[in-house]
């Protein structure tokens, strides 16, 4: 099992640029979810789904953010445009329907927003 | 709503030495899942253990072991004779109820001395 596949792993850009984060979630899993990490915050969720529909997306920040799941083997994290106090390190997790079972976590995303 | 309180920052220890990392959490639910997770320097996410809010069996895995107690709403977590290979960050995780999403930690960053 490959695990979840995160792209990029690095990412810098220039402030009010579009920038897409990628996630392939573990074959199998029925829910993904899209965290982000930085040190005053800690470990947030910005939303997850469940068999491709977003179920809960109250932590994305605003509208410049966008997140879709088109099938079950794809997830895409927009962010546009992009602004300095984006820069985070961005995980991408995944688990089965099995109530609270363990989150998969990829390697994640270190966004950096010049 | 769910919250979890890591108010340890940061720990410091020589190796060999026992370390308690503390967890304290709030949730509404009867039914509720508590996990740690570790996060060593190369970034990744790694799960530790997962207890169910109805099992207060404390366990005992090699070095690490974990003391869950509700009437207190914690769930610490010791790692003896702690070895540099320990240093990371820790987080202490809660999910339940209707809720399928997990609530992290601000994290503990353990750091182990030779």
């Known amino acids: 099992d490959a695990g979840v596949i995160q792209s990029p792993r690095h990412e810098v850009t220039e402030m009010g640029q579009e920038v897409t984060l990628r996630c392939k979630p573990i074959?199998?899993?029925?829910?993904l979810f899209w965290y982000r990490q930085t040190m005053m915050r800690g470990l947030e969720l910005l939303i997850y789904?469940?068999?491709?529909?977003?179920?809960?997306d109250s932590g994305m920040p605003e509208d410049r953010f966008s997140a879709k799941m088109p099938n079950a083997s794809f997830s895409t994290l927009k962010i546009q445009p992009s602004e300095p106090r984006d820069s985070a390190v961005y995980f991408c997790a995944s688990r089965t329907d099995r109530i609270n079972e363990k989150l998969f976590f990829g390697s994640g995303t270190q966004l950096s927003v010049l | 709503a769910q919250k979890v309180t890591q108010a340890q920052t940061e720990i410091s220890v020589v190796e060999k030495e026992d370390v308690t990392l503390d967890c304290v959490y709030e949730?509404?639910?009867?039914?509720?899942?508590l996990f740690w997770y570790k996060q060593p320097p190369s970034g990744e996410l790694v799960f530790l253990i997962r207890?169910?809010?109805?099992?207060?069996q404390n366990e005992i895995s090699g070095r690490y072991s974990w003391n869950f107690q509700k009437s207190t709403s914690s769930f610490n977590f010791t790692i003896t004779a702690s070895q540099v290979v320990d240093s990371a960050v820790y987080f202490c995780a809660l999910g339940g109820g209707a809720n399928s999403k997990l609530t992290f930690g601000k994290g503990i960053t353990l750091s182990v001395r030779p």
């Open positions: 949730t509404r639910d009867t039914t509720y899942y």
């Open positions: 074959s199998g899993h029925d829910y």
């Open positions: 207890r169910n809010s109805f099992d207060e």
């Open positions: 789904f469940n068999n491709n529909v977003p179920i809960d």
